[in-house]
């Protein structure tokens, strides 16, 4: 007799109480709320890459399941706090031009995520050692062409 392995999803593996309890509720609003496949699909990853892989600190497992999020959700919001996550993990591993990448992509979709530009401000205080203005770094990456402006006008 054969016996074959089954991979569990990350959601189930995960022995954190608030976790599991999220994950059960979670799934079961997915199955309430009238979603797509794919939309489920992408929350499924967006879930195992925020509330396992990244937590446990497994970050090159969490930007798979980040990059297949990205790939199956459609909505710009949504978007914004999956480009956020990626951010987070370029950050915790040193990659900080990455980081300020896919902060400011998270911006372009969703202006009112006043944590990546307080992250984004973190990155360039440590980059200069110094106080020097954040509008100044702003300015160096849009030199670089690794950001373009926001258009999010009197908004915040």
């Not at 909505?75 to 990455?98: A, F, M, Q, V, W």
């Not at 896919?102 to 205080?125: G, K, S």
């Amino acid at each position: 007799m054969l016996f074959r392995t089954v991979q569990m999803p990350r959601s189930r593996i995960n022995g954190n109480f608030i976790d599991k309890t999220f994950s059960i509720v979670a799934n079961i609003l997915l199955q309430i709320i009238p979603t797509t496949s794919g939309e489920k699909e992408a929350f499924t990853y967006y879930r195992d890459g925020v509330m396992s892989a990244q937590s446990e600190g497994n970050y090159a497992e969490a930007l798979q399941n980040y990059y297949e999020a990205m790939r199956l959700e459609i909505d710009p919001y949504d978007r914004s706090y999956i480009l956020y996550n990626i951010g987070l993990i370029h950050t915790s591993n040193g990659e900080h031009t990455k980081a300020l990448e896919y902060y400011f992509r998270a911006l372009e979709r969703n202006p009112f995520l006043p944590q990546a530009f307080n992250n984004m401000a973190v990155i360039c205080h440590y980059a200069t050692g110094e106080n020097r203005p954040f509008a100044r770094e702003i300015l160096k990456l849009r030199r670089l062409g690794l950001i373009r402006p926001l258009s999010i006008g009197n908004r915040l």
